[in-house]
């Protein structure tokens, strides 16, 4: 059975939560990113900025804290694909962040799943 280790982006843009909205939604558009994990200053996870929370036109300078996610759904890289995309339609969500000991070392979002 694949592992989420198999399918999952590990070139992640990361952010801290100081980070202002302009730039990051600049780069989510220019990379075709669908989110951001926002980290603390030790990178630990600590929220996620998604193209929907930038659907609507915040100010450029706006920080990121004011609009990211803070209920983040996680999973290690040993899960399998099937558990992920269960975790997925249960929380109602498009991304998932992978991380191990509490660090950000990939992405999977639900068209890497299907």
């Known amino acids: 059975m694949d592992t989420v280790a198999q399918i999952m982006s590990t070139e992640v843009h990361t952010a801290t939560s100081s980070a202002v909205i302009g730039p990051l939604r600049e ?15 030790d990178g630990a996870l600590c ?14 300078m706006m920080g990121v804290a004011t609009v990211m996610s803070t209920d983040v759904v996680t999973v290690p890289p040993h899960r399998s694909v099937v558990e992920a995309a269960r975790a997925m339609v249960s929380a109602r969500t498009h991304h998932l962040v992978v991380t191990e000991r509490d660090l950000v070392v990939g992405v ?7």
């Open 47 to 60: 929220g996620i900025i998604t193209s929907q929370d930038l659907v609507e036109e915040w100010p450029p």
């Open 27 to 41: 780069l989510m558009l220019r990379e075709h990113i669908g989110c951001i994990p926002i980290v603390d200053v």
């Open 108 to 114: 999977v979002s639900s068209y890497d799943v299907m």
